[in-house]
């Protein structure tokens, strides 16, 4: 096998796992939108990978027990600095599968995640075509 053969099987792959990671994103958010409690969250730590500038939000808020549920978002967060409150979606059984509930969050996750899976298969279909 040749490296490029390699490049190209890891591409594939990588687009394929992506595909699958949006299309069960993108069922979370329905069954949310469906069957999801609703929730004020806050945003209470962000943290920071070494070497990346940005940085992801915890977000905590209280399920319908009382009791207090943290989460980090999917993705990367842009605007939800420490203490903002944001609507919450979670399930009822799952509290940790929770989601910032506003357009512009669900969006952002599931189009991040497609998006990018068609990136690597984009790549693997070009060095088909050309190889």
């Not at 591409?11 to 409690?37: D, T």
């Not at 943290?47 to 939000?57: A, I, K």
């Not at 979670?90 to 899976?117: D, M, N």
Request: proline share 6%.
């Amino acid at each position: 096998m040749t490296g490029e053969t390699i490049g190209i099987g890891l591409a594939v792959l990588v687009g394929l796992v992506g595909l699958w990671a949006s299309a069960r994103e993108a069922r979370l958010q329905m069954r949310l939108s469906r069957h999801g409690l609703r929730a004020e969250g806050v945003v209470v730590d962000q943290e920071h990978q070494p070497g990346d500038d940005s940085s992801t939000p915890v977000i905590e808020f209280t399920d319908r027990q009382g009791r207090p549920v943290r989460f980090r978002p999917p993705t990367t967060a842009t605007g939800l600095d420490r203490g903002t409150r944001v609507p919450v979606a979670y399930l009822p059984e799952r509290p940790k599968s929770a989601r910032v509930f506003t357009w512009k969050y669900r969006l952002h996750e599931i189009v991040g995640l497609f998006f990018g899976a068609m990136i690597f298969l984009g790549v693997a279909a070009g060095c088909l075509l050309t190889g």
